[in-house]
């Protein structure tokens, strides 16, 4: 068939800062496609009769529909789409896992060559930012029902998006100075500018919701507060309760839970000291702890901040890394070195309380563990010494249990994460009150809070006004 | 924006403001704090409550200029605004309702410790405040604890008012008083709470401190504030700030409160040059 002659499958690369520039500096690090680029990609697209590609989008982005648009050169169009089932597109293109969501569902990725929907998405978003005229989407008219969305990450401000298109006043409340949660603190300037979490908030405030920072639900109102005031309430507090090791020497100076270390730089803006007046460290030998992708965020978080020498230490090898590929490979670029199948087990400090040197022991992979990953063994014996200066532990989060706290009849399960009665609509044990995203699940990734809230606005909705919106899914897929 | 009602320098270097924070002052307990930033861009810094007006809407904090950003705070005027108050942050002190309580309070922590004294009495505590400064010209607020404390101890560094000496000599001050409590409440800087705790160990009754770690959020998310209580791993900012202060581990904590200080320091000196208008 002609088709198969035309198959096209070179894959374009984005262009990037070199790792040797990029390392040291706070900006971001892929630079994004050209039109030029963007078409070329786009037009790589099969158009297959059954794409498969939805399947892998937590939002049901009409994925084929706005790749074809970019391809016939129609970018608006192309937004547009986006913007129907995602508010957030700048974001998802640039943080989602792809690899293993709607690219890994790609009739090329058998080839090797998937579609790189992320890449096209951040495209289109970008794209009309830069034009300057932002559409805003249809509104229904007034409801008259008042929505509280408590936490303004990626759940939240899908709810909010979505509940305030179907006409019902929204507030949403944040914690902090500033909205977005993670997207905020958390995901480093370099692979998530801030400008862009800024221009998807202002969408949102153009919408009509209305944010309110500084304002701690548990403490300035508690939640029975407000639901005196409001119809329904939507919990997207996320997992913000920072893990620890549990070794000696863990609350030494030079010792950060990697929330502390990224807040202090992303959301404080600490990078900037000593213009800025949020007082940092500059550390020359940095130890993070985890594979993830929040340890890959602080050690070339580390880097960028002038250290001489970074490790990521882990205690499985290379191929269990939960971390996305794509960050690996930045971090390695840029210098970071991993110490697979490694174990911290002893913080030493100096006589001031500031840490100077970590101890490790050599594991090897046992046989699969729950998780299906091979179970790293201790080997006995191989303890071993690093000098370090600073060491960030960044081995994952639970929910925030303030508000469960202060509302004994809010279901808690024994992780701390809040019971739902249906994963389809997010709908707690307390009456009138939903809750979806990583409070739910666990820490666990940007689309799939944002699935989470999609489900939960629609099972909102229904109770509000009796109406069952049509979709194609309400499903929240567990993939990625 | 929360608009600062008053500003008011109260004894060198120590500042008193209140702020409208309608929702914050419904709220507000004894031994609570709010986390507060005095313009865009400056750090988010905990200050402990001390006082409040549900009526009028607003929330008094004190605190003392040491570094770049409480030195932005006490600029500020009545009329001004500033970008963050949130809270009430903490858990409430427990309030015991009989008893003989000693409330032995030192610098900013004079202030925090007025609100809790007063609980104290209201719930039918017999009240003792010691005050503690380096001297005379160190202290206020005496006469409104007077309004309800049974009786009010004054101890100076140099002997210009009340007992000279400092907390180390409590024990022999309240026996000499023929005071033996059943509670003991320090509030101040982490060397008044830590030398209390020690001091006063020996009479085996519970030494409620108020901690004052660095924190960010002030809501359990940085764990920066993280401290060391009966050899368990405790967050100031949700576990606290009460702690009882013969399980602290004090060396701990006067390490990572001064883990910035040369970067402050730094701050304070670039502004005295390039100060901001």
């Known amino acids: 068939m002609a088709e198969k002659k035309k198959l096209d499958l070179t894959r374009r690369a984005m262009p990037k800062q070199p790792p040797h520039i990029r390392r040291r500096n706070f900006s971001e690090v892929a630079l994004g496609y050209t039109s030029e680029l963007a078409l070329a990609e786009a037009k790589r697209c099969i158009l297959c009769k059954k794409p498969t590609c939805i399947d892998g989008c937590p939002v049901d982005i009409d994925i084929p529909a706005f790749v074809r648009r970019i391809a016939d050169g129609d970018f608006v169009g192309a937004i547009r789409k986006l913007k129907e089932t995602n508010c957030l597109p700048a974001m998802c293109g640039r943080v989602c896992p792809q690899e293993s969501q709607c690219e890994a569902q790609c009739h090329l990725h058998k080839k090797e060559a998937p579609i790189a929907v992320g890449r096209l998405e951040r495209f289109a978003a970008d794209w009309e930012a830069a034009q300057g005229h932002v559409e805003m989407p249809e509104m229904r008219a007034p409801t ?106 863990e609350n030494l100076c030079g010792v950060y839970s990697a929330n502390e270390y990224l807040t202090r730089m992303n959301l404080m803006r600490g990078f900037a000291y000593p213009r800025s007046s949020i007082p940092i460290k500059r550390h020359g030998r940095v130890a993070v702890f985890g594979g993830g992708n929040v340890a890959m965020d602080s050690a070339r978080t580390a880097m960028r901040l002038g250290a001489e020498e970074v ?46 040197e970590i101890e490790c022991l050599r594991m090897e992979l046992g046989e699969p563990d729950a998780s299906g990953r091979r179970k790293p063994v201790k080997i006995p014996n191989s303890e071993f010494k690093m000098p370090m200066d600073a060491a960030v532990v960044a081995i994952g989060n639970s929910p925030n249990p303030l508000i469960p706290k202060c509302t004994p009849d809010l279901k808690v399960n024994k992780n701390g994460t809040i019971a739902v009665t249906d994963v389809k609509t997010g709908k707690t044990s307390k009456d009138r009150v939903w809750a979806g995203g990583d409070v739910v699940t666990g820490a666990a990734t940007v689309i799939l809070a944002m699935g989470a809230g999609r489900a939960a606005a629609r099972s909102m909705h229904e109770y509000l006004t009796g109406e069952r919106l049509a979709g194609t899914t309400s499903e929240v897929t567990t993939q990625g | 924006m929360f608009k600062v009602a008053k500003l008011q320098r109260m004894v060198p270097n120590i500042h008193l403001m209140e702020v409208e924070a309608p929702e914050v002052a419904e709220q507000v307990q004894p031994g609570q704090f709010v986390i507060v930033r005095g313009a865009e861009g400056a750090e988010r810094i905990p200050l402990s409550v001390a006082d409040w007006d549900r009526k009028a809407g607003t929330v008094t904090v004190v605190f003392m200029e040491v570094g770049a950003s409480t030195g932005r705070l006490a600029r500020l005027k009545a009329g001004d605004s500033i970008p963050t108050l949130a809270g009430p942050l903490g858990k409430p002190t427990a309030i015991a309702g009989e008893g003989q309580v000693v409330c032995v309070a030192g610098c900013y922590g004079i202030a925090s410790m007025m609100p809790v004294a007063r609980a104290l009495h209201e719930a039918g505590a017999e009240v003792t405040v010691v005050l503690e ?126 883990q910035y200080m040369d970067e402050e320091a730094y701050l304070c000196h670039r502004a005295s040059c390039a100060r901001e208008a």
């Open chain 1, 144 to 249: 008259g029902k008042r929505v509280a969305v408590v936490g303004s990450g990626p759940a939240g401000i899908t709810v909010a998006g979505d509940l305030i298109k179907l006409g019902h006043q929204v507030t949403m409340y944040e914690a902090l100075h500033e909205p977005g949660g993670v997207l905020t603190y958390g995901i480093p300037e370099f692979r998530l500018p801030k400008r862009i979490v800024r221009r998807e908030m202002d969408y949102i405030r153009k919408l009509g919701v209305d944010v309110v920072c500084n304002y701690v639900v548990g403490r300035t109102k508690t939640l029975d507060q407000l639901l005196e005031k409001y119809d329904v309430v939507f919990l997207g507090t996320g997992a913000g309760l920072p893990w620890f090791l549990e070794i000696p020497g």
């Open chain 2, 133 to 258: 400064a380096r001297s005379r010209f160190l202290l206020y607020w005496e006469e409104r604890m007077r309004a309800f404390a049974k009786r009010v101890i004054i101890i100076t560094r140099d002997g210009s008012s009340g007992h000279r000496g400092h907390v180390s000599g409590l024990p022999e001050i309240l026996s000499q008083a023929g005071i033996k409590p059943n509670q003991v409440m320090v509030n101040g800087c982490t060397f008044l709470m830590s030398r209390t705790s020690g001091a006063l160990a020996g009479l085996g009754v519970p030494i409620t401190v108020s901690l004052n770690p660095i924190m960010i959020d002030g809501t359990g998310m940085c764990g920066v504030c993280r401290v060391t209580v009966s050899g368990q791993m405790k967050f100031a900012c949700v576990d606290g700030p009460d702690f009882d202060g013969r399980e602290v581990d004090w060396k701990e904590l006067l390490a990572r409160r001064k």
């Open chain 1, 311 to 356: 490790y990521i230490i882990y205690r499985r090898s290379r191929l269990e890394l939960p971390a996305r590929l794509e960050e690996v490979e930045n971090a390695e670029e840029e210098g970071v070195v991993f110490k697979f199948l490694t174990l911290p087990v002893r913080l030493i400090g100096d006589d001031e309380g500031w840490l100077k």
